[in-house]
C-alpha cells in the first residue's frame, strides 16, 4: 500500500512544472509528479530529478494515494480546455476539503468559474499567476494566487518557501484575492511586460537610427542605464543581446528576422481594458506593433513604395540619449499608471480586494517586469492605500513635470526620423490628455447627439441632467435610449 508522505502533486511536466517541482525539492517539500506521457515521469526521475525526494506516479489514482491531507494538487498545463478535463479526471479520487491549484496563464474569468463550480463541490481551488519563465521557476519566481481564500493557509507555506525574495527577505508571493483575482494581477503583469519590452525596443531604434549607435555602443548605453532609474531585468537582459555575437563574430541581434510572436496575454488585457472602460493605451499598442511586425512581407513591399523623410540624425549625442532615457522611464510610469487603473476597477466591478501595493512588492524580485521602479509604487501605496492614479504621487509627479521636457523633444525627434513609436507616442498623448482639464469631447457629445439623440450634459447644470437639442430644427424632442455609437 502507497504511504501518503509527499506534501505537494504536481501534473504537467514541461520545463516550468519541472523546475517548479525540483524548487519546492529545494525547500525541502516532497513532491509526487505525474505526466499523461507517462514516460515523462520516468525521464524525469532519471535525470533532473535524480538524488531528490521526488516520487513519480503512472496514474492519477496512485499520485494521489501519495499526497498527505488535505490533498494540494498542482496542474502545470496548457491553459484553456486541458485544465478543465484534468479537473474532471481529479474530481472522482478527490474528498472534500481538497486543493487543486492551476499554476498556468489561464483567463482569469475561467479561474472564476472553476472557484464557484468546485466550492460547490467542496473543493477548493487556487488559479495563481507564476513569473519568472524558466529560471524564475527554478530558483525562485513571482507567484500570484486567488481563488479560494479557504484555500490558502494550506499553500502559503509552500509557495512562499519557493517565491522569490526581495532584500529584507520578503517573499514575492502573498494572497492577491478571490476568485479569478490571481489570474487576473499575472494578465495584467503580461501586459504590462508587453508594455515594457515595446518601450525598450523603440528606445533601441531610435538610438540605433538617430545617434547612429552601434550594438557595441548600445549594450554599453543600456549597460550604464541599468545603473540608474531603468535599473530592471529587461534592460539588464537588453545590454547582454546588444553584446551577443553570432559564430562568425557579427551582432546576433541583427541577424534575428523581426516578426515578434504572442500567446495572448496583452491581447487579453487590451480586451479586459475596454470591458472596464479603462484608456490602457500603452499595453493595446504593444500588442498591435507586435500585430504590425508580422505583416513583414507588406512592410518590406511597402518600404519601396512609401517615403519617409530624408535620412539625419540628432545633433548632441549625449544629449539625445538622456532625451530618450527619459522619455522612456515617463513612458514606463504611464504604463504601471494604466495597469494599475485596470486593477483598481477591475476590484471594483468584480468585488476583489486587492492590496496594490502588495502587488508591486510581488513584482520586485522574480518576475520579468521586475525592477528598482516597483519599490516606487510600493512606496506610493504605503503613504496612500486610496491613491487615485499612480501619476498623482509626489515622486511619479515630480519625475514627469521634470522629464516632460525630455520626452517631448525624443517623440519629436522620432518623428522628424520618420522611426515609429507608438507607445512612446501613446503614452505622452495619454499623459497631456490626462492633465488636461477640458477635452474636445463636449464636441463629441454635439455630434453624437446630432445624429443620434444621444443627449449631453451641461456645464452650468448639475452631473446627471441630460438634455437634447433638435440641432437641425428638423428632428423630433425624442432622445435615444437604445442606441449606442
Avoid at 505537494?8 to 520545463?15: E, K, R, S
Avoid at 551577443?244 to 504572442?262: E, H, N, S, V, W
Avoid at 482639464?437 to 441632467?465: I, W
Amino acid at each position: 500500500m502507497t504511504t501518503a508522505s509527499c506534501d505537494i502533486g504536481l501534473i504537467g511536466l514541461a520545463v516550468m512544472g519541472q523546475n517548479l517541482v525540483l524548487n519546492m525539492n529545494d525547500h525541502g517539500f516532497k513532491v509526487a509528479v505525474f505526466n499523461r506521457t507517462v514516460s515523462k515521469v520516468d525521464d524525469f526521475l532519471a535525470n533532473e530529478a535524480k538524488g531528490t525526494q521526488v516520487e513519480g506516479a503512472h496514474s492519477i489514482e496512485e499520485l494521489l494515494a501519495k499526497l498527505k491531507k488535505p490533498r494540494r494538487v498542482m496542474l502545470m498545463v496548457k491553459a484553456g480546455a486541458a485544465v478543465d478535463a484534468q479537473i474532471e479526471l481529479l474530481l472522482p479520487h478527490l474528498d472534500a476539503g481538497d486543493i487543486i491549484i492551476d499554476g498556468g496563464n489561464s483567463l482569469y474569468t475561467d479561474s472564476t468559474r472553476r472557484t464557484k463550480d468546485l466550492a460547490a463541490r467542496g473543493i477548493l481551488f487556487i488559479g495563481t499567476g507564476v513569473s519568472g519563465g524558466e529560471e524564475g521557476a527554478r530558483f525562485g519566481p513571482s507567484i500570484m494566487p486567488g481563488g479560494n481564500p479557504a484555500a490558502w493557509p494550506h499553500v502559503k507555506e509552500i509557495f512562499q518557501a519557493i517565491a522569490a525574495k526581495v532584500d529584507d527577505g520578503t517573499p514575492c508571493c502573498d494572497w492577491v484575492g478571490e476568485e479569478g483575482a490571481g489570474h487576473f494581477v499575472k494578465m495584467v503583469h503580461n501586459g504590462i511586460e508587453y508594455g515594457d519590452m515595446q518601450l525598450i525596443c523603440e528606445a533601441y531604434q531610435l538610438l540605433e537610427k538617430g545617434a547612429g549607435l552601434t550594438n557595441d555602443e548600445l549594450h554599453e548605453v543600456f549597460a550604464e542605464w541599468n545603473k540608474g532609474e531603468l535599473d530592471s531585468f529587461l534592460i539588464e537582459i537588453s545590454a547582454e543581446i546588444f553584446a551577443k555575437k553570432d559564430d562568425d563574430g557579427k551582432p546576433l541581434l541583427d541577424k534575428i528576422l523581426d516578426t515578434a510572436g504572442q500567446k495572448g496575454t496583452g491581447k487579453w488585457t487590451a480586451i479586459a481594458a475596454l470591458d472596464q472602460g479603462m484608456p490602457v493605451t500603452l499595453i493595446g499598442e504593444a500588442v498591435f506593433a507586435r500585430c504590425l511586425s508580422a505583416l513583414k512581407d507588406e512592410r518590406v513591399a511597402a518600404s519601396k513604395i512609401l517615403t519617409g523623410p530624408a535620412s539625419r540624425t540628432a545633433g548632441d549625442k549625449k544629449e539625445f540619449i538622456e532625451d530618450v532615457r527619459r522619455a522612456l522611464y515617463c513612458s514606463k510610469m504611464v504604463s504601471y499608471a494604466q495597469g494599475y487603473m485596470l486593477l483598481r476597477e477591475a476590484a471594483k466591478d468584480q468585488g476583489w480586494n486587492l492590496n496594490m501595493g502588495g502587488i508591486a512588492l510581488m513584482w520586485r524580485g522574480g518576475c520579468i517586469i521586475r525592477s528598482r521602479f516597483l519599490g516606487k509604487i510600493r512606496d506610493a501605496y504605503a503613504k496612500n492605500p486610496k491613491l487615485h492614479n499612480l501619476l498623482l504621487d509626489e515622486f511619479f509627479a515630480g519625475v514627469l513635470n521634470s522629464y516632460q521636457a525630455s520626452w517631448r523633444k525624443a517623440v519629436i525627434h522620432a518623428i522628424g526620423f520618420g522611426v515609429p513609436t507608438p507607445a512612446f507616442s501613446t503614452a505622452l498623448a495619454f499623459y497631456d490628455g490626462y492633465r488636461t482639464e477640458r477635452l474636445p469631447a463636449n464636441l463629441l457629445q454635439a455630434q453624437r447627439d446630432f445624429f443620434g439623440a444621444h443627449t449631453y450634459e451641461r456645464v452650468d447644470k448639475p452631473r446627471g441632467e441630460f438634455f437634447h437639442t433638435n440641432w437641425t430644427g428638423h428632428g423630433g424632442r425624442v432622445s435615444s435610449t437604445t442606441y449606442n455609437a
